[in-house]
Structure formats: structure tokens, C-alpha cells
């Protein structure tokens, strides 16, 4: 555990000013904010999400309101959700009052009511409760950004639309609510991964709505699960984030072992009728491609006989 040293503790214990000044000097210490350091080894040996759960816990430690409490990315960071690290470049604290928000260098204080039930405490750290967190996350990132991370709550944590609406009609006159809703209504606990999670927003922004995690039978019976299925022009889309190729492969198996066994349940696909296309991260960034690759799987599909197999 990363400890803060506040310089009021530094000094109780004999450190005076300048053997601070020269601790940062010297790259010891690292000071997280006016008053607070911390060891620069301890903190450089930390991930982003856990250097910024660190500066949190030293500019709230140092809030003198009462009422602030951790929020927006940063409370998403302590409910253990992934945040893109352009989004931890501040810290962010709400007030309960409405109103008077503002900014500086390392902070953005949000001035917006809440209530008891709007707050939790994570390992002794005042935050916004889950359904409130995200659904200040849905109000302040972009629509993909904020359906990761929604996403991710849903499937690790069971939270839902229905909480996340509750939060957002707590706050009705928010301006950002229409967008927040958006969040709410599209995420989906089935999604599996953040590549996952942002390969669903480019189909929807191409106009497809898939079924997710899709169990595939023939007649033997179940022998796949798929991430997406496109009813009405039999594609399957798999998003490859090069994962189940690395950490995941079970034990006693290869990468290879994996491949292969992926092209053989893919060829089990098209054997029985339909198509599939694969996807990457590097794809993601070209929507129009997307659109070609369904496009030409479902022609591939359109003239083959109608598949044998079953999508549930």
C-alpha cells in the first residue's frame, strides 16, 4: 500500500521544510500536491488507474469541505471499472450544492446535490455510490467511453439500466441527461471485453443491432459461442483483442492449439450455411471497412443454401 505523507505529519516527526524540499529535489519524494508526498519509487511501480486512486486520495484528504467526495472517472477508478488513461488527468470531486464548479491544474470540482444513498465508502474513501458514478460518467465521457465503462458494471458488478436511470432522474435538469440515457438504454452486461464494448458502439453506429453471446448448434448439437449474431443475413462477427492468444490460452494448450481449434469451429460455421467476419482493434478506427466486410458476408451468405444451423 502507497502511504501519503501530509507535511504536517513530515513535520511532527522532526522532517523540516527544507529536507521536503530537498526530498522532491532529489526525486525521493514526489509531491501529489501542496502538502502531499508520497515515495517516488512506490509511486512510479504503480499502474495509472492506481497512481490516480493515490492523487485522489491526497487532493480529497485535502479538501476542507466536508461535502466533496470522489466522483465522475475518478469514483469509476475506485469501483475497480477501467478508465482510459486521457481520462485520469484529473481528479474529480462533487459538492453537494448546485452549482459552482470549477478547475485547476490536477482537479475539477462538479457542483451537483446528491443524497446519502448516492454515496459509498471504498476502502475508506468517500465516493459516489455505483449507479451514480456511472451515470455521471455517461453525462461528462463520450458515448463509447462511457458504454465501456457502463458495460463493465453491468457484467462485474450487476448494476443496470434501471439503477442508472434512477441516478440520472435525480439530477432531471442535468443538461447532459439526453446523452446519459443513451448510455443507460445501450449498455449490456454481455459484453465480454472493452474491445467488445467498442466494436458493439461501431455496429450501432452502422445501423446493426446484434445478439450477443450467441450460443450456435447443429444437429450434434452446441458447439459454439459466438460474440455477435446479425439475424436476417446469418453473419457472425468475432471481435479478436489477441487475448484468448496470450494469457488466457488454458492450461496443457498452445496459441497454436487455440488458432486451430478457432479455425475448426469457424469452418463448422460456414459449413452450415453462414458467414463470419472477424474484427480487430485496428479495424475499429475504420467504420466504412466494417460496413464492406458485413456487406460482402452477407451477399456470401445470401447465395448459399439457408443455414442449418441454430442461433440462440
Same mark, same amino acid.
Given at each position: 500500500?502507497?502511504?501519503i505523507?501530509s507535511?504536517?505529519?513530515?513535520?511532527?516527526?522532526g522532517?523540516?521544510d527544507?529536507?521536503?524540499?530537498?526530498?522532491c529535489r532529489t !526525486?525521493?519524494w514526489?509531491?501529489?500536491?501542496?502538502?502531499?508526498f508520497?515515495?517516488?519509487?512506490?509511486?512510479?511501480a504503480?499502474?495509472?488507474?492506481?497512481k &490516480?486512486?493515490v492523487?485522489?486520495?491526497a487532493v480529497l484528504?485535502?479538501?476542507?469541505?466536508?461535502?466533496? /467526495?470522489?466522483?465522475?472517472?475518478?469514483?469509476?477508478?475506485f469501483?475497480? %471499472?477501467?478508465?482510459?488513461a486521457?481520462?485520469?488527468?484529473?481528479? &474529480? /470531486?462533487?459538492?453537494?450544492?448546485?452549482?459552482g464548479?470549477?478547475?485547476?491544474?490536477?482537479?475539477?470540482?462538479?457542483g451537483?446535490?446528491?443524497?446519502?444513498s448516492d454515496v459509498?465508502? +471504498?476502502d475508506?474513501?468517500?465516493?459516489?455510490?455505483?449507479?451514480r458514478?456511472?451515470?455521471?460518467?455517461a453525462?461528462? %465521457?463520450? *458515448?463509447?467511453?462511457?458504454?465501456?465503462?457502463?458495460?463493465?458494471?453491468?457484467?462485474? !458488478?450487476n448494476?443496470?439500466?434501471?439503477q442508472v436511470?434512477?441516478?440520472?432522474d435525480?439530477c432531471?435538469?442535468?443538461?447532459n441527461?439526453?446523452?446519459?440515457r443513451r448510455?443507460a438504454?445501450f449498455?449490456?452486461?454481455?459484453s465480454?471485453s472493452?474491445?467488445?464494448s467498442?466494436?458493439?458502439?461501431?455496429?450501432h453506429? %452502422?445501423?446493426?443491432?446484434?445478439?450477443?453471446q450467441?450460443?450456435?448448434s447443429d444437429?450434434?448439437?452446441?458447439?459454439a459461442?459466438?460474440?455477435f449474431?446479425l439475424d436476417? /443475413?446469418?453473419?457472425?462477427i468475432? *471481435?479478436d483483442? *489477441?487475448?484468448k492468444?496470450?494469457?488466457? +490460452?488454458?492450461?496443457?494448450?498452445?496459441p497454436?492449439?487455440?488458432?486451430? !481449434?478457432? !479455425?475448426?469451429?469457424?469452418?463448422r460455421?460456414?459449413s452450415g450455411?453462414?458467414?463470419?467476419?472477424?474484427l480487430?482493434?485496428?479495424d %475499429?478506427?475504420?467504420?466504412?471497412? /466494417?460496413?464492406?466486410?458485413?456487406?460482402?458476408?452477407?451477399?456470401r451468405?445470401?447465395?448459399s443454401?439457408?443455414?442449418?444451423l441454430? *442461433?440462440?
Open positions: 500500500m502507497t502511504r505523507v507535511r504536517s505529519d513530515a513535520l511532527t516527526r522532517v523540516s527544507a529536507e521536503l524540499q530537498r526530498f !526525486k525521493a514526489r509531491r501529489l500536491r501542496p502538502g502531499r508520497v515515495s517516488r519509487s512506490d509511486f512510479d504503480l499502474t495509472p488507474a492506481e &490516480h486512486r492523487v485522489a486520495e484528504d485535502a479538501a476542507t469541505a466536508d461535502d466533496a /467526495i470522489l466522483s465522475h472517472s475518478t469514483a469509476a477508478v469501483h475497480g %471499472l477501467d478508465v482510459n486521457s481520462d485520469l488527468r484529473y481528479v &474529480h /470531486i462533487t459538492r453537494n450544492r448546485s452549482g464548479g470549477r478547475r485547476n491544474g490536477y482537479r475539477i470540482v462538479h451537483a446535490t446528491y443524497s446519502t459509498a465508502v +471504498v475508506g474513501v468517500r465516493v459516489t455510490a455505483l449507479p458514478t456511472v451515470a455521471d460518467v453525462r461528462s %465521457l463520450t *458515448f463509447a467511453d462511457a458504454v465501456c465503462i457502463a458495460d463493465l458494471a453491468a457484467r462485474t !458488478k448494476l443496470t439500466p434501471e436511470a434512477a441516478a440520472l435525480a432531471a435538469h442535468h443538461p441527461n439526453r446523452q446519459a448510455v438504454e449498455m449490456n452486461g454481455k465480454e472493452v474491445g467488445e467498442r466494436c458493439r458502439v461501431v455496429l453506429q %452502422l445501423g446493426y443491432t446484434p445478439r450477443l450467441v450460443r450456435v444437429g450434434n448439437g452446441v458447439f459461442r459466438v460474440d449474431y436476417g /443475413i446469418f453473419t457472425v468475432e *471481435f483483442g *489477441f487475448v492468444y496470450g494469457r488466457l +490460452v488454458p492450461t496443457g494448450e498452445t497454436a492449439d487455440v488458432a486451430w !481449434k478457432e !479455425k475448426v469451429r469457424e469452418d460455421i460456414r450455411g453462414a458467414q463470419v467476419v472477424r480487430t482493434w485496428a %475499429l478506427d475504420r467504420p466504412e471497412h /466494417i460496413d464492406r466486410l458485413i456487406n460482402a458476408a452477407a451477399d451468405a445470401g447465395n443454401p439457408r443455414p442449418t441454430l *442461433f440462440a
